[in-house]
């Protein structure tokens, strides 16, 4: 399920209220993300995107409705390409998409600050990628260590990233 209704929330309330939860349902993102779209906080249900150095499957999903969703790219944690840059940012924000978090780099960063999505990687580096038309869509993947699924629920804002297996607001 997925919404474009703006949520209210806060991660530090998320994470008060999660703390004790030893299911594994709800996760914490390590605070190694910078914060690079127009929109600084968001949140939505997860479509995933498995990729090394090649955003052939990137470009793939944002080019696709959004539905108010967030994209998350296990890029492997790559610094050597960038997998999102301004064309990709642009295609995502024009398409719905309420965010996009990258474990990897972006480029573009003047052009993607003025999208108005929530988009989050490493680093920036203004090399582009290989376009091999590799990588898998619809898949868990992992962002510096933690889990993430297709239909997870990702929320973002100034302080930090959470995941939750449901809607959490």
Known sequence: MTSTAPKVFSTCDLCDAYKNDLSGDFRVLPPVFRDYGGAHKFCGSVATVKCFEDNSMVKAAVDSPGLGRVLVVDGGGSLRHALLGGNLG??????G????VIDGCARDLAELSLQPIGIRALAS???PT???NQGQSDV???LQGVRVRPGDWLYADEDGMVVGAKALV
């Open 90 to 95: 642009a295609a995502a924000a024009r398409n």
């Open 97 to 100: 998409w309420a965010g996009v």
């Open 125 to 127: 580096m203004p090399l």
């Open 130 to 132: 290989e376009k091999r």
């Open 140 to 142: 868990p993947v992992h």
